[in-house]
Every structure is written in structure tokens, then in C-alpha cells.
């Protein structure tokens, strides 16, 4: 039976389908990598490189995730059988729509505890208790906030439960009218971080780091880190994208929506950078990403500033801001799958999705280490979902939704939803769908597949020694 998608919502306007596709887009991914990556890997060589992924396969992955849930006008797994149905074609690729639950659901709880470091971190810093304190100290001062389970469940907790607590109100007024709220004020923030650094002694010189063309550091490890960087940055495979394709109103474009999300995403990367390089030059601390440049690097280098309190306040604002509207983004497909498929109720599907996600999140703090045994693999369950959901279900259902929409899907559905873009841009993302972008997953995993010797060798090959 094919669910009529008269429980979904709408959309108020494109503008707030615009921010809540941003806040998918614009993660911690943003803060901690994309800029340390970006200045590794030649530059603004690298965001060339960077958009033609996001031109060959960003794009034309976020349309298809779009259409497929504006086609089939419910939850993930729903929509992808109303499409199947209407295509004549298996059931099973609902498969599709469970990775995606799965997968969002995963990072959902991966970011809930990396948030409450993040508020244990603003605490701290607004107590002034990261003052002169020093790299070294600042490793140690990571540990024993990590190990603090009392204060990281209290945080967690509550973490969760704001989610939750605004989700509970509804599509229009807990998820839309937050994401108005939100995306903004993490706008503002960023913005007084920028004003900032753009009175820093080595605000020119971060411009220089950050986007300097340096064509010779582009090599096989620069494309898979582009590839990858732009296929986990815009939601690609979570399910978010869908249920977001089906709160639109019929007959209204989505390209140029899209296009412009990806565009957001790469602004605030470089926004992000030339946030945080100026401060650590400044302090004199070597460049990070990861947990490293947030937790230990950034400390130091505010606890050495001037005006690094308020600064590191700022940013840990900025950074929670982005968390919750992050997990706002992926907690919403599981919430409306489970409320359409038991006929739950709103509020009753967001609470027992809460629930669950924050079960598995108090298990996922390192420290908890029976789960490494139970589990009889090298990894604690925070590394396992990291692992899982990275390497092997989100590629998954990338390159499933690909081929599902490419082959599988009936045109005719596809060119109802496309062709007020023009039916050039229409034969275009066709080709990059069917051809390019499947093409690009199976090139990306054989290449994950070489060991560094290989690949060192191959890239040595095509690009030459001067690459590495």
C-alpha cells in the first residue's frame, strides 16, 4: 500500500528549506577538518578540486535524495517504496531508506558526545580556566574532562533532551522555526569570530596558508579526501535530504536550492579557517584537525591571546550552535519513519527515538571499556559507530541511491521534478547520475582498498613524486 504523504508538513518557503539543507551541510566536519585539509593539500588547488566533486557527485547525489522524497512524500524507507511502486520495481530498495535511518542515527549519537565536551569546553572557558595553560597541559585537561562521566552525562543529557524537546512540537513549529533561529545566530557568531581574526597581525598570512595554489600537493590522497569530504558534508546518504524533499511544496525548483547549499558549505569551511589560523599561528601552535585542533590546540591558542577568552567563548558557541542544528537535521528521518510506520504520534516517536539514541551514546564515552570486550573487536563502541557508519554504510547507500535513482526510478517521475531547471541541466544530471557518479564510488573504494605503499606508488605514476 502506498502511504498518500498526507501526514507530512510543508515547507513554509524555500528560504527555510534553504537553512535546514544548510544545517545538514555545515557540520563539525567544517570546523575541524575542511580548513586544516584544505591548507595540507595546495590550497585553493584543493578547492578546486574539491568543487568539481561537489559539481560530479555533491550535486547531483542531493538532487537525487531531494526528488526521491518529494516524489514519495514520506519517510525515507516509505518514500523509496512509493517510488518503487510507481516504477514497477522491488520493494527491497526501501534497504536504502534503514542505512540512512541507521546511519544518521549513528552520527546523531557520535555528536551528542562530542557535544558535551563542547559544553564542558564552553564552561571552562568562560571560567577562564584555560589561561597560559600550555599544549601539554591542555592533553592532560582533555583526559580528565573525558573522564568526568558525571558532568559528560549531565551534558549529554541534556543535549538530548533539547533535541528532543524541540522536536517534539513538530515539523513547523519545533524543526523549521528552530533551524530560522539557529542557522542565523551561528551566522552572527562566525561573523564576530571573523571581525576577530581580521584584526589579527596574521590574518594576511593565514590568507596565504589557506589558499595559496599549489598545484604540486594535489595527488590520488588529495582526490580521495575531496571526494570524501564533500560526500559526508552534505548529507549525502542519511536520509535528512529525503524527508527534507518531501516537505516541499509540489512544483517548485530544487537545483539552484541545492547548488547553492554546496556553495554555503565551501564559504563557511574557508570562513571557518581563516577563524582558527590566525589564532594558532598567533599562539604559535602547529596546525590540527580532529579532536585535537577543538579540544587541545584552540585551547591553547586562546589561553596565549589577548582576547582569547572571549574569543574561545565565542567559538564554543559557534560550535554547539552547529551541533544542535546538526542533530536537529539527523534525528528528524528516524522520528517521522517511526511515527508514520506505527502510527506513534509526534511526540511519542521523538521521545523513543531520544531515548534510544541517548542509551547508546552513554555507552559510546570512551572510557567505558567493557564494550571493547563484549564486542571482541579493537575499538570501543564510539570508534566502532565512527568506523561503520564512515567506511561502509553511508558509501553504501550513496552508491545504492545512484544507481536506484539513475536506473531504477522511472524517468518520467524524475523529469517531472527537474525540468523547470531546463531540460539541458536535466540530461546533464542525468549522464552525472547514471554514469559519473557510480563511477566515482567504485573508484573510491578500490582505492580505499590499496595499501600506502600502492597507492603511494600509483599516485607517483600519474602525478609524480613532487605530489606527496
Known sequence: MIYD?????????RWVFFLAATAGAVGLGNIWKF?????????????????????????????????????????????????????????RWSLIGFLGLFAGLSIFVLLSVVASWAISYLLEMYQGSFADIGRT????????????????????????????AILIFGFNKGLARSLVY?????AIVLLFLL????????????????????????????????FEHAFY??????????????????????????CSVALVDIVVSALVGLIIFPSLLLAQVSPASGYDLLF????????????????????????LLTALSSALVLLEPSIVWLSQSFKTGRWAAAVIIGFIAWLISLASFDQWTFIHQVS?????????????????????????????????????????EIKNSGIGWLYLWYFLIRFIVPSLFLLVLVLNQLDEALLTALNDQLFGSASR
Open 233 to 258: 558534508t552534505l548529507s549525502i546518504g542519511m536520509g535528512s535530504l529525503m524527508v527534507f524533499g518531501a516537505y516541499l511544496p509540489k512544483k517548485r525548483g530544487i537545483g539552484a536550492i541545492v
Open 195 to 226: 571581525y576577530y581574526s581580521v584584526q589579527s597581525q596574521f590574518f594576511e598570512q593565514s590568507i596565504h596558508y589557506l589558499f595559496r595554489f599549489d598545484a604540486s600537493k594535489i595527488g590520488l590522497s588529495s582526490f580521495l579526501l575531496a
Open 182 to 186: 539557529l542557522v542565523p545566530m551561528s
Open 376 to 416: 571482541g573487536l579493537n575499538y570501543k563502541l564510539f570508534d566502532l559507530l565512527n568506523i561503520v557508519t564512515a567506511k561502509m554504510v553511508l558509501p553504501l547507500a550513496g552508491l545504492l541511491v545512484a544507481i536506484y535513482v539513475g536506473w531504477i526510478l522511472k524517468p518520467a517521475l524524475v523529469r517531472d
Open 5 to 13: 504523504g498526507s501526514r507530512m508538513g510543508v515547507w513554509s518557503s
Open 296 to 319: 587541545v590546540s584552540l585551547p591553547t591558542a586562546y589561553g596565549d591571546m589577548v582576547n582569547g577568552q572571549i574569543q574561545g567563548v565565542l567559538f564554543f558557541v559557534f560550535v
Open 137 to 164: 597541559a591542555a592533553i592532560v585537561h582533555f583526559a580528565t574532562i573525558r573522564a568526568d562521566l558525571d558532568s559528560l552525562f549531565l551534558y549529554q543529557s541534556g543535549f538530548v533532551a533539547t533535541v528532543v
Open 35 to 91: 580548513p586544516f585539509v584544505m591548507a595540507e593539500n595546495g590550497g585553493s588547488a584543493f578547492v578546486g578540486l574539491y568543487l568539481l566533486c561537489i559539481a560530479l557527485m555533491g550535486v547531483p547525489m542531493m538532487l537525487s535524495e531531494v526528488v526521491i522524497g518529494h516524489i514519495g512524500q514520506a519517510n525515507p524507507v516509505q518514500a523509496l517504496k512509493n517510488t518503487a511502486s510507481r516504477s514497477q520495481a522491488s520493494q
